[in-house]
């Protein structure tokens, strides 16, 4: 018994035996730490709930779709090795909710490789990256590359991963550019700006407007309709007089049809009895090659006993000119 005690209390570090044998009680967190705790994990909720907003709005009015493509820069990708924010892209997968992909362009490359042994490091770390298409032949600063890969309407649909400030403010003036950013161990991704919820809210409204070729459509039908009225729209003596000429036409064809003794209601024709689906009966034997093979044998016999009674009429002439002779 007391050597499973011991093992139960080495097991468990928080319990443990005094010299007086009393056991000790367990070492709790204090109520101040607990709510420290607490509010920690609140806000943590609160940070993955605004995340998750901000997403649900770009895939929703821009289009994004997971794995998100993520364009990172060199302050980025230095603050990341800094701070140990490593594996980066699960990192990223956590704020956004999907599979995340990395991406650099050569202009960062070459601009980290400028800036000396310092950033060494994050050099060797932004060659992994998957490279983003940049068709500089000379060399640019970073921010003019990635203004130039993002273009107007973000058409390949990046999210930004940058620690400049001010190239953070020009792509949130962008519609369709959601920013990331970082703290010290945390990441973090700004909620869209009034100008790009402006300019969604603008996009919904042309969508439940018609387009050119619909008004022109509906142009159209209402011109077929307006037509089709006024011919339907005739004066009350046309009316009568079209009443009474289908009455005469109605008393022609009955006349017509009196003479030729037809009478006026349709007839319809008998069904007759039809016979039975002949695939689905069984084949009839042949009766002819019976008959055939009858005849034959009929005629087999009839000739065997002709060769006999011939046989036997031979042998009595035969007979009667012996009996002659003699």
């Known amino acids: 018994m007391r050597r499973g005690v011991r093992r139960y209390f080495k097991c468990c570090p928080g319990l443990h035996r005094s010299n007086s044998g009393e056991r000790a009680n367990s070492t709790a967190p204090s109520p101040s730490r607990l709510s420290h705790l607490v509010s920690e994990l609140q806000m943590r909720l609160k940070k993955q709930k605004r995340h998750r907003r901000s997403v649900r709005f770009y895939t929703t009015c821009f289009g994004f779709r997971p794995p998100f493509k993520i364009l990172c820069d060199g302050t980025f990708i230095h603050h990341l090795l800094v701070n140990r924010i490593t594996p980066a892209d699960t990192a990223l997968s956590n704020i956004l909710g999907a599979p995340v992909k990395m991406f650099t362009t050569r202009c960062v490359l070459a601009e980290l490789k400028s800036l000396g042994q310092a950033y060494s490091d994050s050099l060797n770390v932004a060659r992994d990256l998957a490279p983003a298409r940049c068709d500089h032949e000379k060399r640019k600063s970073a921010v003019a590359c990635l203004t130039e890969v993002i273009g107007e309407d973000n ?58 070729l619909e008004f022109k459509m509906l142009v159209n039908k209402k011109k077929k309709s307006s037509t089709n009225e006024e011919l339907g729209e005739l004066s009350d003596g046309d009316e009568v007089l079209l009443d009474n000429n289908k009455i005469i036409e109605d008393l022609k064809k009955n006349a017509a049809k009196r003479k030729t003794d037809v009478k006026d209601k349709v007839q319809f024709k008998r069904k007759k009895a039809k016979g039975p689906n002949p695939l689905s009966c069984k084949k009839k034997k042949n009766e002819n090659k019976k008959t055939d093979v009858n005849k034959e044998g009929n005629n087999e016999s009839a000739e065997t006993i002709r060769s006999r009674s011939k046989k036997r009429k031979r042998s009595r002439k035969h007979k009667s000119l012996t009996d002659a002779t003699d």
């Open 155 to 212: 058409s390949e649909h990046f999210f930004v991963a940058s620690q400049d400030a001010d190239l953070r403010k020009t792509f949130q003036e962008i519609p369709a550019v959601p920013v990331i950013f970082a703290l010290r161990n945390a990441l973090f991704l700004e909620p869209p700006s009034q100008s790009q919820q402006q300019f969604a809210k603008s996009a919904e409204e042309q969508r439940s407007h018609m387009n050119e």
